[in-house]
C-alpha cells in the first residue's frame, strides 16, 4: 500500500503545479491582458477527466483499506466522495466561466469580474483537500 499512497502524493505534487500553471495564467487579468486560454482550457480538461477515472478511485481504496483497518482514524478522513463531488462542481464552473470569455458572451469592460470568476482553481480542482488528508495518513 505505501507504494499507492507514494503514487497519490506524486498524484497531488502534479495537481499542484498544474494550479499553480492556471493561477499564473488567470493573474493576466490583473493587468487587464487575457490569459493563454488553450493552456487553461488544457489544465480544466485535465481536471475534468484525470481525477475521477484514475485518482479518485485511488483514494477510495485507501479509506475503504483504512475503514477496515483502523475505522476511528478514517472517520478522521472526512467525506471524500462529496469533497469530489463539490469540487467537480465547482470545476464545470470555472470551465464555463472560460468557455463564456472565450466566446465573447461575458466580456464586460471590468476585466477584474472575469479573473474573481475564473480565479479560483485551487478549490474547484481538488475539493477541500481531503485527498491531502488520505495521502498522509493511511
Known sequence: M?????VLRQ???????????LERELSVFDRGDRPDYEVVLAVINYFKEYPDSCHHPKEDMIVEKLKARDPVRAATVGDLETEHREGAKRLRQVALAVERVLSDQDLLPD???????LHQPRAAAHGNGGAH???SRA
Not at 498524484?11 to 500553471?21: A, P, S, Y
Not at 476585466?111 to 470568476?117: I, V
Open 11 to 21: 498524484e497531488h505534487c502534479n495537481i499542484e503545479k498544474l494550479l499553480r500553471v
Open 111 to 117: 476585466r477584474g469580474r472575469h479573473r474573481s470568476r
Open 133 to 135: 488528508r488520505v495521502s
Open 2 to 6: 505505501s507504494y499507492v499512497i507514494e
